[in-house]
């Protein structure tokens, strides 16, 4: 099973830029989608940001992680 993460663009330089998720910065090959931009956030799998998404759908995202790891929030409350 391939699982995508989404995380937010923080810095770009070349074809490469840095993401953060959770506070963790890494850095990921924007080869797949050279529009992205700073501030964006995308779907990282396997070091390549493959979709520019929504804050909405990032923010579900992250609900659902952290739902799968016993918080008590769940994705509905997302958003209130």
Known sequence: MC???SAKIIEIQDALATVELRGVRRSVSLML???A??????????G???????EA???????LW??????PRTVNEVGR
């Open 3 to 5: 699982l995508a993460v």
């Open 33 to 35: 989608l050279p529009e």
């Open 37 to 46: 931009k700073v501030g964006d956030y995308v779907l990282v799998h396997a």
């Open 48 to 54: 390549f940001a493959m979709q520019v998404v929504g």
């Open 57 to 63: 759908d990032a923010a579900e995202r992250e609900a």
């Open 66 to 71: 952290a739902e799968m790891n016993g918080a």
